[in-house]
């Protein structure tokens, strides 16, 4: 079994920030890449940003410059501190993660969402 569990999502005003985590825990053997999506009201699932166990990154057009995903290996965990928020950021934000658990099995998994609401 593989839980992650994502905290820090809220209501922001327009040009605020909010730093969104995720934790990975259970049987796990190593993860490859984490990252974020998210899933705006009508709209498709998007990758918003991704990092590989190297550090190597990958960010959405949109939100290059003003959010930058950080992972923590020794704690599975990986950040997506959010800069500069715009109402178009609002969304249900899903942690992922592309991992191999200790059975040897390759698998996504994802969060349960928090929700992203920027507003004034």
């Known amino acids: 079994q593989v839980q992650l569990v994502e905290s820090g999502g809220g209501l922001v005003q327009p040009g605020g920030s909010l730093r969104l985590s995720c934790a990975a825990s259970g049987s796990i053997f190593s993860i490859y890449a984490m990252g974020w999506y998210r899933q705006a009201p009508g709209k498709q699932r998007e990758l918003v940003a991704a990092i590989t166990s190297g550090g190597n990154t990958n960010y959405l057009h949109s939100v290059k410059g003003r959010f930058t995903i950080s992972r923590d290996n020794a704690k599975n965990t990986v950040y997506l501190q959010m800069n500069s928020l715009k109402p178009e950021d609002t969304a249900v934000y899903y942690c992922?993660?592309?991992?191999?658990?200790?059975?040897?099995?390759?698998?996504?998994?994802w969060g349960q969402g928090t929700q992203v609401t920027v507003s004034s």
């Open positions: 992922n993660a592309d991992l191999i658990t200790s059975t040897n099995m390759r698998h996504d998994y």
